[in-house]
């Protein structure tokens, strides 16, 4: 079992800033990536930011340049999000993506259970 913690999330106003972090704990033997999704009311869960093991970066278009995903240690990650704009409100999901132990080793795919972001005046 891989578990997935953030935290972070709140109530900002338009223009501020805000870190999450999630943390990756359980029988983990590497983990390949680690990412930020995000979901607004009516939508569909979409990708915000994905950094891989070897420190490369993507990011959704409409967060370039704004937020910033990095690793602290092999488990844990962040996003800074600057400029934050109302349309930056949802569930903000971390996920992450290795290989476990159970016995044997096998891939894994794991979900945070998600922290509020919500940018309002």
């Avoid at 488990?75 to 992450?96: F, G, H, I």
Wanted: with cysteine.
């Amino acid at each position: 079992q891989v578990q997935l913690v953030e935290s972070g999330g709140g109530l900002v106003q338009p223009g501020g800033s805000l870190r999450l972090s999630c943390a990756a704990s359980g029988s983990i033997a590497s983990i390949n990536a680690m990412g930020w999704y995000r979901q607004a009311p009516g939508k569909e869960r979409e990708l915000v930011a994905v950094i891989t093991s070897g420190a490369s970066t993507n990011y959704a278009e409409s967060v370039k340049g704004r937020f910033t995903i990095s690793r602290a240690n092999a488990k844990m990650v962040y996003l800074q999000m600057n400029s934050l704009n109302p349309e930056d409100t949802a569930v903000y999901y971390c996920n992450a993506r290795g290989i476990h132990y159970t016995g044997s080793f096998s891939d894994f795919a794991s979900w945070g259970q998600g922290t509020q972001v919500t940018v309002s005046s």
